[in-house]
């Protein structure tokens, strides 16, 4: 059971907007600690979506989008497509645990 | 561009100690970054195992701490993962990591090995 929840799935038909989220608690986002996501196709390593709950590294369309308020955080994909179909993750640091965190994941299946 | 790449037995017997290697190319550990392990059992989710600086410093998952040992070897431009003890638990795949960010409260993994499957096993 991670300190970051995320829904185990989400669902969306090509174009549509889907977000994913992740929520924790004072100890970890609502303490200002920063959230960052992961897109896992399948049998391949996680792949940096967004760093710093915003930013997307170098060659991350702007389709995807993350936003942070009070103790949680979102994940925004607009226009989705086939190949957004993966497991998501989002991660930060938790000053209880005094380690980094990561999300249970949520598989994002496109209709 | 920076490349990872795990390396290691791809079978640990029980209470044996599990030995993994992530050599860097393209870029010298000496430069800077964080480097990190993380696993993924199998149809679960990432589990963060520890990091460490060139200078040797490390951080830790304490829920591991007691049986994990990172190391670099500046030299080979790779570091090490030591897991002792290993259960059938400790099934999964490996993956290494660079970590940017301010380490380590804010750090992320910018580039990551493809990752190498262990599995423990008698």
């Known amino acids: 059971q991670s300190v970051l929840t995320q829904p185990p799935s989400v669902s969306g038909a090509p174009g549509q907007r889907v977000t994913i989220s992740c929520t924790g608690s004072?100890?970890?986002?609502?303490?200002?600690?920063?959230v960052h996501w992961y897109r896992q196709l399948p049998g391949t390593a996680p792949k940096l979506l967004l760093y710093?709950?915003?930013n997307r590294p170098s060659g991350v369309p702007d389709r995807f989008s993350g936003s942070k308020s009070a103790t949680s955080a979102s994940l925004a994909i607009t226009g989705l497509q086939a190949e957004d179909e993966a497991d998501y993750y989002c991660?930060?640091?938790?000053?209880?645990?005094?380690?980094?965190?990561f999300g249970g994941g949520t598989k994002l299946t496109v209709l | 561009q920076v490349q990872l790449q795990e390396s290691g037995p791809g079978l640990v017997k029980p209470s044996e100690t599990l030995s993994l290697t992530c050599t860097v190319s393209?870029?010298?550990?000496?430069?800077?970054?964080?480097w990190g392990w993380i696993r993924q059992p199998p149809g679960k989710g990432l589990e963060w195992i520890g990091s460490?600086?060139?200078?040797?410093?490390?951080y830790y998952n304490p829920s591991l701490k007691s049986r994990v040992t990172i190391s670099v070897d500046t030299s080979k431009n790779h570091f090490s993962l030591k897991l002792s003890s290993v259960t059938a638990a400790d099934t999964a795949v490996y993956f290494c990591?660079?970590?940017?960010?301010?380490?380590?409260?804010?750090?992320?993994?910018?580039?990551w090995g493809k990752g190498t499957t262990v599995t423990v096993s008698s």
């Open positions: 004072s100890s970890n986002i609502g303490a200002g600690y920063d």
């Open positions: 991660q930060s640091y938790d000053s209880s645990l005094s380690d980094s965190v």
């Open positions: 393209a870029y010298s550990i000496n430069s800077g970054y964080y």
């Open positions: 460490v600086y060139h200078s040797g410093y490390t």
């Open positions: 710093g709950n915003y």
């Open positions: 990591a660079r970590l940017a960010g301010v380490a380590p409260y804010h750090y992320y993994m910018d580039v």
